[in-house]
């Protein structure tokens, strides 16, 4: 555990935003973090995960906490569903890897998502009509202020739409330090009617896909929209699709009548922001190195040498042409620092 002064984040964040932190540490077990709390009880905190779903506009004049906790391990284990209990600094993707060769099913939908698992159930990550909520059994914490632990379940953790109990009033309160979940041994229950899985399935002849199948049609999607973040500077989808009530929802038809949308419940809709960003007209438009994605419409990008407040000041345009032309305010998804 080494302590490092004026650390360059740029590694340390999908974006590549070149911001430096005042101080830097990376821990490897809940023991060093203890420590570091303790041995540090008056210093400003930031928690990093994977970098994968935060926008940096500033240095940070703070005390990083690289979470790097690692470890998966088969806690429980019945006829048809095995728990899993996975630490906070495991890279989500290599643990879909680790369920798709053991065939273990539930988060297959979730394929290619980037960060960490110990930030996933913050943000309730959520793809192709799978949510984290799905398979999520508990997450053990460490309260910051106390050190004391505590486990929460799926009931306290208040998970909504791209949201939890960690965004919200216990926000900068605990840190996640591993999560546990419930997934399926054997008869798999599969979400292949979201987006074009089904056709990618019926192109391959595949009639009774694997958990391996549906995961590797999502990667293929996932793909061909998205931008790989080691090669162009993203954090993935940069705004949430927007959920509007049935009176709003039915003047925006009026209007728009070709726009695509989701029936959630019969006085709920939501709308995909991605059509509603490309309406506005900036689907691959490049402002210097901050841009939107030329495939989808929803990922900001930075080009090589894009600030986090060029990236910003983009992504607050979008927000005002969109409302200006379509009526919606569009909330971004990433968290702004």
């Known amino acids: 555990m080494r302590f490092e002064e004026y650390k360059s984040l740029k ?33 400003a905190l930031f928690l990093l995960g994977g970098g994968s779903n935060m926008l940096l506009t500033d240095n940070l004049d703070a005390l990083v906490i690289h979470l790097n906790l690692k470890g998966i391990e088969i806690t429980k284990t019945t006829e048809k569903e095995v728990f899993v209990k996975v630490m906070a600094g495991e890279t989500w993707h290599e643990f879909v890897e680790y369920c798709i060769k053991n065939d273990f099913g539930g988060i297959e939908n979730l394929s290619l998502i980037p960060g960490n698992v110990g930030t996933a159930p913050i943000q309730n990550i959520g793809a192709y009509g799978v949510e984290l909520k799905d398979t999520f059994e508990s997450c ?14 799926k009931e306290e953790c208040q998970f909504g739409y791209r949201n939890s109990i960690f965004k919200n009033e ?3 309160k605990y840190i996640i330090t591993s999560v546990s979940f419930k997934l399926t ?56 699709n927007p959920i509007v009530n049935s009176e709003r929802f039915q003047e925006f038809r009026k209007e728009f009548p070709e726009a695509p949308f989701y029936e959630i419940t019969p006085t709920e809709f ?14 691959g438009k490049r402002f210097g190195d901050a841009g939107v994605h030329k495939n989808q419409a929803l990922v900001l990008v930075n080009y090589g040498n894009a600030t986090g407040q060029e990236i910003w000041q983009l992504a607050m345009d979008i927000q005002k042409q969109v409302k200006e032309m379509t009526g919606i ?4 998804e990433v968290n702004v620092f």
């Open 11 to 43: 590694n340390h964040n999908t974006f590549g935003i070149d911001c430096e932190a005042r101080y830097f540490v990376s821990v490897e077990t809940v023991e060093e973090l203890k420590k570091v709390l303790s041995e540090n009880p008056s210093e």
């Open 140 to 153: 053990h914490t460490l309260k910051i202020e106390t050190l004391e632990e505590r486990e929460f379940n």
């Open 170 to 172: 216990l926000k900068g």
């Open 185 to 240: 041994k054997k008869d798999h229950k599969k979400n292949i009617s979201y987006g074009d899985i089904q056709k990618i399935l019926n192109d391959k002849n595949i009639k009774h896909p694997s958990v391996k199948d549906i995961s590797e049609a999502i990667i293929a999607i996932r793909q061909s929209k998205l931008p790989d973040p080691k090669v162009l500077g993203n954090s993935g989808s940069f705004f949430k």
């Open 270 to 283: 939501k709308i995909p922001a991605g059509w509603l960003i490309e309406k506005a007209g900036f689907k």
């Open 329 to 332: 305010f569009i909330v971004p």
